[in-house]
C-alpha cells in the first residue's frame, strides 16, 4: 500500500529496532519535528529516511542520490532547544521502500511502499553460527575498542538479523545491501560471513576496522 511520509535522508543506513540520536539543526528538519510534535497520539508520530547514495545531508542540493529502501521511524524523544534546533531519539519501525520523493513546502514527503519482513523458518546452526561469530567479532575488537553491543543478543532470528546488521563495520554499500536481504536467513548469512571476512582481516593486521568510523559516526543533518 503505497503511503505519503515525511522525510529525513540521512549519510547513514538505519535498521528497523534500532535506537537513533540526532541533532536536528537545518530549518526544513526543524519544520518536520514542529509537525511531528503537534500530533497528539506520539505513535502516529512517523517520518521515514532513506540513505544517500550521493551528496549530503545538508544543503538545498545536497542529496543528489537516494537509496530507494528505507526505514519508518518513530519520533521518540525531542528536546527544543533555545537556538531553535532539537536534539531528538527516534526507533526504526519497518522497512519501506520510496517510489516518489518530493521538496513539499517545509521538507521532504515522499511517497512509500511498505516492505514487510517475511516470516521464515530459519534452521538453528544458523542462529548459533550468526552469534558464535559476532561473539568472537566482539572478543577480537574489546582489546582495541569499545563493544559495539551491550547486553546478551536476541534469540529470536530476525530480530539477531536486524541487532547484526546494525554492529557490524561494514561501508554503505554493504549495510544497505543487509537492509534489502530479502528475509531473516539471508541477512544472517550475509552478515555472518561479511563478520567472519572482518576477523580474518584483524588477525592480519591488528587495528581498528577500516569501516568503523563509516559504521560508528551518524552525520549531522
Known amino acids: 500500500m503505497t503511503d505519503r511520509l515525511p522525510m529525513f535522508p540521512l549519510n ?4 528497523p529496532g534500532v535506537t537513533l540520536p540526532l541533532h536536528v539543526f537545518e530549518d526544513r528538519y526543524r519544520a518536520l519535528m ?3 510534535l503537534r500530533i497528539e497520539d506520539p ?16 544543503g538545498d542540493h545536497g542529496a543528489q542520490s537516494l537509496f530507494r ?3 519508518r521511524l518513530q519520533l521518540a524523544e525531542a528536546e527544543a532547544n533555545p537556538d531553535g534546533t532539537f536534539d531528538i531519539v527516534a526507533v526504526g519501525r519497518d522497512r519501506i521502500r520510496l517510489d516518489r520523493l518530493e521538496r513539499g513546502d517545509l521538507f521532504p514527503v515522499g ?28 572478543h577480537a575488537l574489546s582489546e582495541i575498542a569499545a563493544d559495539p553491543y551491550t547486553g546478551s543478543l536476541p534469540t529470536d532470528p530476525t530480530y539477531l538479523s536486524w541487532v547484526l546488521a546494525a554492529c ?10 543487509l537492509l534489502e536481504a530479502s528475509d531473516a ?10 563478520l567472519r571476512s ?14 568503523e568510523v563509516a559504521r560508528t559516526r551518524w552525520s549531522p543533518n
Open 111 to 138: 511517497e512509500v511502499d511498505e516492505l514487510p519482513e517475511p516470516t521464515v523458518t530459519v534452521a538453528d546452526d544458523l542462529v548459533d553460527w550468526a552469534r558464535a561469530t559476532f561473539t568472537a567479532y566482539r
Open 34 to 36: 514542529h509537525h511531528l
Open 12 to 15: 547513514s543506513v538505519v535498521f
Open 168 to 177: 557490524a563495520p561494514l561501508p554503505m554499500s554493504e549495510r544497505q545491501q
Open 43 to 58: 505513535a502516529d508520530r512517523l517520518f521515514g529516511s532513506v540513505a544517500i547514495r550521493e551528496g549530503y545531508e545538508v
Open 69 to 71: 529502501v528505507g526505514v
Open 198 to 211: 572482518e576477523l580474518r582481516t584483524m588477525n592480519v593486521i591488528t587495528s581498528l576496522p577500516a569501516t
Open 185 to 194: 536467513e539471508e541477512r544472517l548469512v550475509l552478515v555472518t560471513e561479511l
